[in-house]
Every structure is written in C-alpha cells, then in structure tokens.
C-alpha cells in the first residue's frame, strides 16, 4: 500500500520545488486528492499539467496500489492570482 506521503514525494522528484499536499480523504490507502502549485505549469494546459503529475506515478497507477486520484493543479501565476489579499 502506497501512502499520500509516498505520493507526494514522488510528485516533489518529478516536479523539483513543487508545492504539494496530498490527502487521504477516504483513509482508504487507495483514493487520494491532491493539490500541486509547480512552475512548471506555467503554459500548459489542465491536461498536460495531469499528465506531468499522472507520469510521477504511473508504476502505482499500474499496479493499482492507486485507485483514483483527484487533482487541481496551478501554475505560480494562477495560484497567485487565486489568493485573496487580506487588508
């Protein structure tokens, strides 16, 4: 069984910097979430940045240690423009 920490290591080796937070909602071991803030994003489309993340952990995909996981994914630009500035 595969772990959202594990996850979330394996998405930080593929994308270097990355900001990433990876949850177990079902604590199930086997349907996860999770949010990436990368810059590399910057340009892609929703696809290719699920693509990026999806590539990390593809083996576990294969294998079924990961059922689902549900993404949102941002680019820098678009998490910045995302936050509310508190006066």
């Given at each position: 069984m595969i772990s959202h920490n594990n996850i979330a290591d394996l998405i930080r080796a593929a994308l270097?910097?990355?900001?990433?937070?990876?949850?177990?909602?079902?604590h199930d071991g086997q349907?996860?979430?999770?949010?990436i803030v990368a810059e590399q994003f910057e340009g892609l489309s929703m696809?290719?940045?699920?693509?990026?993340?999806?590539g990390a952990i593809q083996e576990h995909l294969d294998t079924g240690?990961?059922?689902a996981l549900q993404l949102k994914t941002y680019s820098l630009?678009?998490?910045?423009?995302m936050q509310v500035q508190v006066l």
């Open positions: 270097p910097n990355a900001k990433v937070q990876v949850e177990d909602p079902n349907h996860f979430t999770a949010i696809i290719k940045q699920h693509k990026l993340v999806y240690a990961i059922h630009s678009q998490w910045e423009s």
